[in-house]
Structures are given as structure tokens and as C-alpha cells.
């Protein structure tokens, strides 16, 4: 379910939004024909890196979780490819592999045209000779009918400078990392890789590599229809622009907004007790209790004074008859199960955490339990191979803190759930051997 909302500018005046998907929370995927009446043709700049400076001067960032700046990346590529005389490839990436998040695919599966078009436009920015979509393979089916839809409508409109071709990621949470996409990609698995290089220096086919977000990849093509100062009338100075947020409150169901960065989180959650906790940013986010995430606001500025970043705007609201301990155990588990195997942190380091919340979990557990997964997760941090390992640290030991009376609880032989049935959502074909990585 979509849900519209309003924006406010640095003046103090509303802002309606969506600006990304269909108005008045339509559920109807805009065609070719609607999307080119609401937003207009592609605006193609007919020159490489004319787009870049607006991009700059928008202040967009990543939305797939790294908020890194998208004009630093675009640059890095464009130079690498001069440099190397070499023709670039760009990659959308919605693989969304994140369990908890459904943003991408409601994007592509309502406004599939404007992710394409920041495509197109991305590709002409850095001189791109091949563009790709890569999806969900398993995720709302539909999604990948519609694209082929998509594409077939602008086939027939001759919009496009650059041929897509559509590419499916396997069901495994590291399957978005830009170096296991690309791994993947190129015909191996689909497991992050080791870097330098980095895949804007040498990433597909040895080729530089542009890989965005597709949530980013629409709000470039926005930028490149109305201008930076237009994208900066929302959010705020240090982090202009809204964001799509995947929100699930007590029964458990996504909802998809589209928010200001800056939003106060307590209009993200609505209505909703004071106990309880929150987790903000997914399963390499962060628990906060619900007192402490309703004071705060939706961007990694005010966020980082707790320790938590906004990540790819996943908010979730614990129901209070749940158990955090639980619910963070089984996830922890599900991380574990899913990383790559390949280093120290993910080959020994996440399986021993896993064991020892299942085993805090449980009614009177040891008490050097909990200080056992304090003390590996603060030894994995900033070993890996990627981020995984650090991101789950950062999941568990906010879940120490923020669950320490429940913890105290188990330890007594006690649980303070009233419900028992599992609210975090695990996907059911998780990896358990190193063959599901082929």
C-alpha cells in the first residue's frame, strides 16, 4: 500500500507529495502514455557529463542505503572511463534483498518509466554503451512482466538511446551488493568481492561501472526535468530531497510513503504507545526505544547522534507483546545463514553471535551468553569483506542495549511476549550451505 504525504520547504510552506509515485496512493502502474503526460519526454542533455553539476548541486544521494553522493560516482566513472578509453556500463539496481523493505519493487512495479529514464540519463552522463535492470528474482513476479511491458512501450516510442537488457538477482540478502551484482552479473555468484578495484575503476566485463539504486536513478530523472533548486524544496539544507520508506507498524504490513528527509519520525509511525522499540534502517539498522525514535527525525545527521543512520528507509515499529530478543535471534540467524562464507567476521564470527542470541533467546541462558555476542560483535567490526559483518554488529549490539530489561528478564526464566508468533520478516529459502551460493 502507497500512501501520499507533504513535504515542507525551507520556508515553512507545503509541499505535496509523491513526486515519485502516481498521486492520491494510485495502484495502477502509470504507462508509457501516462507517465510521459505527468512528467514529460526524457531531457537528454545531448552532451556527456552535462548532468553531473545539476546532480551536485541537488545534493541527491544514494537511496539504496550508502547515502553516498551520486555525482561523485557518476564523476568517478566518467573518468575512469576516459582514462581507460573505455565504454562504460550502468546497472539499476532493484534487487532490494533486503527482507524488510519493499520500496523498489513498488516503485517499479507503479513508475517503471521513471526509474528507465534516470537509466537513459545516467547512461548519456557517462557515456554508456550497455544499461541494465536487475530485479528481484523472486520478489512480486509482476514486477518483471511489467518492466518487459515497459521496455516494449518505449521500443515502440523510440525514447531510449542506450538498449536495456533485464537481469534477475538470486533470493539472497548480499545479492544487491554492487560487487556481488556484478560477480553475478559476469556469470559467477553472486558473493561480494574484494576491493580495489572498486567497479567504477574495473567492474563488468573489466569495464567501469556505474551501479545506482533504481529509487536514486528516479529521482535523477526528476532532477533532470525540474532542477536542483526544485529537489531541494523538500528535506532538509545538509540532506535535501524525500525518500521512499518501507514502514511496518503492529499488524506487520508495508506500507510505502514517500517522505521528506527530515520528517519527524513520530508522523512516520503515527499513532502508537511509548513502550516498545523501533528499528530503524533493517537488518544492519538499529534498535531504539520507542520514547527515544519518536523524539527524533528521519536523516543520518540527527540520526548519527544515536548511532543509526536512515539506511534504505526502513522503519519498524516492534509490537509491544512481542520479544525483541526473540525476533532479533531469528533475524541474526537469517544473516548468518545468508553471508558469503568467504571471511574470518561471516565464517565463524556471525554463527557464534546466532548461537549465543538463540541461546539468550531461550529461559535462563548463561549469563557469559550475553557477554559473549557483545564481545564477538565488537571483534568483527571492520573485518570483512564487505559490510555485513559490521552491519549485523551494529544490529546486535543496539538490540543489547535497547532489550536489556527483556535480557534480564530471560535470564530469570521469564519472557515478557504475550505473542509468540514471528513479526520480522524472514524470508522461508534462506541459504544453508555454501551450494546455495552457485
Known amino acids: 500500500m502507497t500512501t501520499a504525504t507533504t513535504g515542507m520547504t525551507a520556508r515553512g510552506t507545503a509541499v505535496d507529495l509523491p513526486r515519485l509515485l502516481p498521486a492520491n496512493g494510485r495502484q495502477h502502474p502509470e504507462d508509457w502514455r501516462a507517465h510521459t503526460a505527468r512528467h514529460g519526454r526524457i531531457p537528454y542533455r545531448d552532451g556527456v557529463g552535462r548532468l553531473i553539476p545539476d546532480l551536485q548541486q541537488a545534493g541527491l544521494t544514494g537511496r539504496g542505503g550508502a547515502a553516498f553522493p551520486v555525482h561523485r560516482k557518476l564523476g568517478a566513472v566518467l573518468d575512469n572511463a576516459r582514462a581507460r578509453r573505455r565504454f562504460p556500463v550502468v546497472v539499476a539496481n532493484g534487487a532490494e534483498s533486503e527482507p524488510a523493505s519493499d520500496k523498489d519493487a513498488t ?9 528507465l529514464d534516470g537509466l537513459q540519463l545516467a547512461a548519456e552522463a557517462v557515456h554508456a554503451d550497455q544499461a541494465i535492470l536487475y530485479t528481484h528474482g523472486e520478489r512480486r513476479n509482476d514486477v518483471g512482466r511489467r518492466l518487459r511491458q515497459a521496455l516494449a512501450e518505449r521500443e515502440a516510442a523510440g525514447s531510449d538511446l542506450v538498449p536495456v537488457e533485464l537481469a534477475e538477482s538470486p533470493p539472497r540478502f548480499l545479492a544487491g551488493q554492487e560487487t556481488a551484482l556484478v560477480n553475478h552479473l559476469g556469470g559467477g555468484p553472486a558473493i ?3 576491493v ?13 561501472t556505474l551501479v545506482q539504486n533504481v529509487e536514486t536513478l528516479a529521482h535523477l530523472a526528476l532532477i533532470a526535468r525540474r532542477g536542483p533548486r526544485w ?9 535535501p530531497g524525500s525518500m521512499l520508506c518501507t514502514i511496518r507498524r503492529g499488524d506487520g504490513m508495508p506500507r510505502i510513503a514517500e517522505v521528506p528527509l527530515g520528517i519527524p519520525l513520530r508522523d512516520v509511525l503515527g499513532p502508537m504507545g511509548y513502550e516498545g522499540a523501533v528499528l530503524i534502517g533493517g537488518y544492519h539498522g538499529t534498535w531504539v526505544p520507542a520514547a527515544e525514535a519518536l523524539k527524533l527525525t528521519l536523516d543520518n545527521r540527527t540520526l548519527g547522534t544515536i548511532g543509526a543512520r536512515v539506511g534504505a528507509g526502513i522503519v519498524i ?3 509491544q507483546d512481542r520479544c525483541g530478543v526473540t525476533e532479533t535471534a531469528r533475524a541474526v540467524r537469517y544473516l ?7 571471511c574470518g567476521p561471516c565464517l565463524n564470527g556471525l554463527p557464534r553471535i546466532a548461537a549465543a542470541l538463540a541461546e ?10 550475553r557477554a559473549d555476542v557483545e564481545r564477538w560483535a565488537g571483534l568483527i567490526k571492520g573485518r570483512g569483506a564487505c559490510h555485513h559483518p559490521d552491519g549485523t554488529a551494529q544490529f546486535v549490539r543496539s538490540a543489547l542495549v535497547t532489550f536489556a530489561a527483556e535480557l534480564d528478564r530471560h535470564e530469570r526464566g521469564r519472557c515478557g511476549a504475550t505473542n509468540t508468533k514471528p513479526f520480522l ?14
Do not use: K
Open 336 to 342: 548468518a545463514l545468508e553471508s558469503a562464507g568467504q
Open 107 to 115: 516503485l517499479l512495479w507503479l513508475a517503471p518509466h521513471l526509474v
Open 317 to 319: 515499529a516492534l509490537p
Open 360 to 369: 539468550l533467546a531461550s529461559t535462563r541462558p548463561r549469563r557469559q551468553a
Open 425 to 438: 520478516p524472514v524470508p522461508r529459502g534462506a541459504a544453508r550451505t555454501e551450494q546455495d551460493w552457485t
Open 231 to 239: 529537489f531541494r524544496q523538500v528535506g532538509t539544507s545538509a540532506e
Open 196 to 208: 580495489p578495484p572498486r567497479v567504477t575503476e574495473r567492474g563488468l566485463g573489466g569495464a567501469p
Open 192 to 194: 561480494p568481492a574484494f
